[in-house]
């Protein structure tokens, strides 16, 4: 629109002076309209560097949970587990930890998958996807063999002998 105000003005009384004076001023204005405003670019930076750093962090808790998950399972299977299988009949321990040591393979192995998949959200989800089902039927058997398996150590830890295997874990 100003440019049209412009070419309505009487070439006779546009000087060039007058024209210089016009495009500068035309220069300065589309200058500062485009100029960038460096405090918004710093915010959003910050912002994206904030974003970038609460994921690392999550995923530094997520493979974090991982690993002292699978020590404690590590912790039941080869303390636990073995010694009642030294002191009790055959199918106890199996009774009360049901598939435990299918289920310290898989954290073992899905462990791995996550340590390689570290600095890549997708990736982390992408294991959780990949191996959702292998959960669901570990997890599946040991929780619905809870309720037997409580009530058998429960009773084991009546018996003399395995309440000392049981207190010295």
């Known amino acids: 629109m100003f440019?049209?105000?412009?070419?309505?003005?009487?070439?006779?009384?546009?000087s060039s002076n007058f024209i210089k004076i016009d495009?500068?001023?035309n220069a300065n204005i589309c200058l500062s309209y485009y100029k960038p405003d460096l405090n918004e670019y710093k915010l959003?930076?910050?912002?994206?560097?904030?974003?970038?750093?609460e994921k690392f962090n999550i995923l530094k808790e997520i493979l974090s949970s991982e690993k002292k998950y699978l020590n404690d399972i590590r912790e039941i299977?080869?303390?636990y587990y073995e010694?009642?299988?030294k002191s009790c009949p055959q199918d106890v321990p199996y009774h009360i930890f049901?598939?435990?040591?299918e289920i310290y393979d898989f954290t073992k192995t899905f462990y791995c998958l996550l340590e390689n998949s570290t600095n890549d959200e997708a990736g982390i989800a992408g294991c959780f996807i990949k191996k959702h089902k292998t959960f669901l039927r570990?997890?599946?058997t040991y929780c619905q063999n809870y309720k037997m398996a409580f009530n058998i150590a429960e009773r084991?830890?009546?018996?003399?002998?395995?309440?000392k295997v049981i207190q010295t874990f």
């Open 3 to 14: 440019f049209e105000a412009k070419n309505e003005i009487d070439p006779k009384i546009m």
């Open 77 to 79: 299977v080869e303390g």
């Open 138 to 140: 570990l997890y599946s």
């Open 156 to 163: 084991l830890e009546k018996e003399h002998n395995t309440a």
């Open 23 to 25: 495009e500068t001023l």
């Open 44 to 53: 959003e930076i910050e912002t994206n560097l904030k974003r970038q750093q």
């Open 98 to 101: 049901a598939n435990i040591k």
């Open 83 to 85: 010694e009642l299988r």
